[in-house]
């Protein structure tokens, strides 16, 4: 019988072979990919989550456990999107007009399709109406900013002004992080919510449709 235990753990143990054994191993025995993702890969990327904010594990221990987990999502993605299963919810995330820094998106990106919900990244230095086409081209319902910089913070403005002067702000969340920013900034520019680091920013966004 296909061990999803030892599939979240091997994604907690960062080991992308071993992911991929296990995650085809489950496909061959007729796993279903639902549950392949929600009690094999989705539980291990839990756990790293839970272990970075309690400071056991580091940025680097979190993308290689998110680099395996993605080794088992190649596999059953495909089925996923054959058997109809549908994301949790689709987030557009990218680094905000001005700022080129990328590992702490890479990261909620990443964390966020280990918890189950459907990521468009839009890189780095992307301008307000990237986003706004991004939500009308994708129906998303997260919009995620990252700004690294106190220079670009005021893109994040920018960029949920941007969403309201066409019309699309009231259809959809808008999430905000990044090193200099706070709680209150958020709330000054008009943000859903804020989230410190990336395993928060997975609940965050649980919480932002859960409630809409």
Not at 95 to 106: A, C
Request: proline share 4%.
């Amino acid at each position: 019988m296909a061990d999803l235990q030892a599939l979240a753990e091997a994604v907690i143990n960062g080991d992308r072979d071993e992911v991929a054994r296990l995650a085809q191993g489950a496909v061959d025995e007729g796993v279903g990919p639902e549950s392949i993702v929600n009690e094999g890969l989705i539980i291990g990327m839990n756990e790293v989550g839970r272990r970075f904010k309690a400071n056991e594990f580091y940025v680097p221990e979190v993308l290689i456990a998110a680099r395996a987990m993605h080794a088992g999502m190649d596999i059953v993605k495909p089925l996923l999107t054959e058997s109809g299963v549908e994301p949790r919810g689709t987030v557009g995330i990218g680094t905000v007009q001005g700022d080129l820094h990328d590992i702490g998106k890479n990261l909620v990106a990443m964390m966020l399709e280990g918890g189950g919900y459907e990521v468009i990244d839009l890189e780095v230095d992307v301008p307000p109406d990237a986003f706004v086409s991004a939500v009308n081209e994708h129906s998303l319902d997260i919009v995620a900013l990252s700004a690294l910089l106190t220079t670009t913070m005021p893109s994040m403005k920018d960029t949920i002004d941007a969403l309201a002067a066409a019309g699309v702000r009231d259809g959809v969340k808008v999430m905000v992080g990044g090193a200099p920013l706070t709680e209150a900034y958020a709330e000054e520019i008009g943000a859903d919510g804020y989230a410190p680091d990336a395993a928060s920013a997975v609940d965050l966004a649980g919480e932002l449709l859960g409630a809409s």
